[in-house]
């Protein structure tokens, strides 16, 4: 079982910034990609950023220039560092990671997880 856990959402009032965590904890065999994605009510999911273990990034064309995804690959843990914060941002925040886990012995498996969702309110 492979869980994420994040943190660091909140209120913020536009041209604020924020920084969110997600840490991937369990049977981590490899750690592929991490991501972030959001939906706003009323709205699909979409995605944010996402960050290969290699450190390639690729951005929403609606972020790119004030959204930062970066990682730490000794902690499990991805961030989005989130400047420039408009009302149009406001959305629950959801942390994705895909990997291989393993079991017992020589028992590994594909996964796709997602984390809890974290709100972030960008408002006056």
């Known amino acids: 079982q492979v869980q994420l856990v994040e943190s660091g959402g909140g209120l913020v009032q536009p041209g604020g910034s924020l920084r969110l965590s997600c840490a991937a904890s369990g049977s981590i065999f490899m750690l592929g990609d991490m991501g972030w994605y959001r939906q706003a009510p009323g709205k699909q999911r979409e995605l944010v950023a996402r960050?290969?273990?290699?450190?390639?990034?690729n951005y929403a064309d609606s972020v790119e220039g004030r959204f930062t995804v970066f990682r730490e690959n000794a902690k499990n843990t991805v961030y989005l560092q989130m400047n420039v914060l408009e009302p149009e941002d406001t959305a629950v925040y959801y942390c994705?990671?895909?990997?291989?886990?393993?079991?017992?012995?020589?028992?590994?498996?594909?996964?796709?997880?997602w984390g809890q969702g974290t709100q972030v309110t960008v408002s006056s």
């Open positions: 994705n990671a895909v990997g291989i886990s393993r079991g017992s012995v020589n028992d590994y498996s594909n996964f796709n997880v």
């Open positions: 960050i290969s273990s290699g450190g390639r990034t």
